[in-house]
């Protein structure tokens, strides 16, 4: 008889949800993670999703310093009774990627696999946070959800003048969560330490690339849709009502999840 040895046992899971930033191409007057979308803020619909995730770990919510008591009240009571998650609160920085350092210092020691998720991303199924997690498992490497680009695409100059049409093909938008072996991700934000203003990166692979590290994709979702700008909030309440009509249904069919 033969058994497989995984060869990448990361078997401690931490999440670190970054929701300190202002909203500012929101500009809805509250920090974005706060705004409401079907009568809950965006950080509830992400720690209720996290909290799902099978197996239990450690979520730290990284939000602005005056935010952190009543976000730790709301999330607490969110996790299930018995289960297996742990919830804990830290203020965030300046920049996205200082937040994010500062979660995954806060994170339990023994957490070996983070995943790094944005706020502003409330609808996204538990389903990629564990595609995500089961990929930097298989691999040992940083893991990141992508979704081809569908429109054309045009380099254009300060005026508005269309230059050229850039090819498409190798290109990809990509996600939230993403996923890293902790050694790999804490490395990298360290080495980045503070990036001078311009030249911030906007996201965790591009830490763990300058790093030198390298990221793989695996299919992202339409539902893990970023809230930006004012427009995207029609877009996330369309989505979410959609959602909550297909579970309804799903509970009235015969056989269905009563
Ligand atoms: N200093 C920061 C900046 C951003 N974020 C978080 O990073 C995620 C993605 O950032 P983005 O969508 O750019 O959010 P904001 O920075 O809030 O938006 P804006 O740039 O329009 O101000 C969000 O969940 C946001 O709360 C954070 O935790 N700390
Ligand atoms: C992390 C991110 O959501 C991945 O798409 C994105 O890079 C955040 O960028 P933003 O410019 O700070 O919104």
């Given at each position: 008889m033969t058994f497989e040895v995984d060869p990448h046992p990361l078997a401690q899971l931490g999440v670190v949800l970054v929701a300190a930033g202002r909203g500012e191409r929101l500009g809805a007057g509250v920090p974005k993670a706060?705004?409401?979308?079907?009568?809950?803020?965006l950080v509830e619909?992400?720690?209720?999703?996290?909290?799902?995730?099978?197996?239990?770990?450690?979520?730290?919510?990284?939000?602005?310093?005056?935010?952190?008591?009543?976000?730790?009240?709301?999330?607490s009571r969110l996790v299930p009774a018995?289960?297996?998650?742990?919830?804990?609160?830290?203020?965030?920085?300046?920049?996205?990627?200082?937040?994010?350092?500062f979660g995954v210092a806060a994170l339990h020691e023994t957490v070996d696999l983070v995943l790094v998720h944005d706020a502003a991303r409330p609808l996204t199924p538990a389903a990629l946070f564990e595609r995500v997690g089961a990929e930097v498992r298989r691999t040992g490497a940083s893991v990141i959800p992508a979704l081809p680009v569908v429109d054309t695409?045009?380099?254009?100059?300060?005026?508005?003048?269309?230059?050229?049409?850039?090819?498409r093909a190798p290109l990809v938008a990509v996600q939230t969560p993403q996923g890293?072996?902790?050694?790999?991700?804490?490395?990298?934000?360290?080495?980045?330490?503070?990036a001078?203003?311009?030249?911030?990166?906007?996201d965790d692979a591009e830490v763990v690339q300058r790093a030198g590290g390298s990221v793989r994709t695996v299919e992202?979702?339409?539902?893990?849709?970023?809230?930006?700008?004012?427009g995207d909030?029609?877009?996330?309440?369309?989505?979410?009502?959609?959602?909550?009509?297909?579970?309804?249904?799903?509970?009235?069919?015969?056989?269905?999840?009563?």
């Amino acid at each position: 008889m033969t058994f497989e040895v995984d060869p990448h046992p990361l078997a401690q899971l931490g999440v670190v949800l970054v929701a300190a930033g202002r909203g500012e191409r929101l500009g809805a007057g509250v920090p974005k993670a706060f705004v409401e979308l079907g009568g809950r803020t965006l950080v509830e619909h992400c720690v209720e999703t996290i909290v799902s995730l099978h197996g239990g770990g450690h979520l730290v919510i990284v939000v602005p310093e005056e935010a952190a008591a009543a976000t730790l009240e709301l999330a607490s009571r969110l996790v299930p009774a018995g289960s297996a998650w742990e919830v804990a609160v830290t203020p965030g920085g300046r920049e996205r990627h200082e937040s994010v350092r500062f979660g995954v210092a806060a994170l339990h020691e023994t957490v070996d696999l983070v995943l790094v998720h944005d706020a502003a991303r409330p609808l996204t199924p538990a389903a990629l946070f564990e595609r995500v997690g089961a990929e930097v498992r298989r691999t040992g490497a940083s893991v990141i959800p992508a979704l081809p680009v569908v429109d054309t695409l045009k380099r254009v100059s300060a005026d508005r003048v269309v230059h050229e049409t850039v090819d498409r093909a190798p290109l990809v938008a990509v996600q939230t969560p993403q996923g890293f072996p902790r050694e790999q991700l804490a490395a990298a934000h360290d080495r980045l330490g503070s990036a001078p203003a311009g030249s911030e990166p906007t996201d965790d692979a591009e830490v763990v690339q300058r790093a030198g590290g390298s990221v793989r994709t695996v299919e992202g979702e339409t539902l893990a849709h970023k809230l930006t700008t004012p427009g995207d909030l029609a877009l996330l309440e369309a989505l979410l009502q959609a959602l909550l009509a297909e579970r309804r249904l799903a509970t009235t069919q015969p056989g269905g999840d009563r």
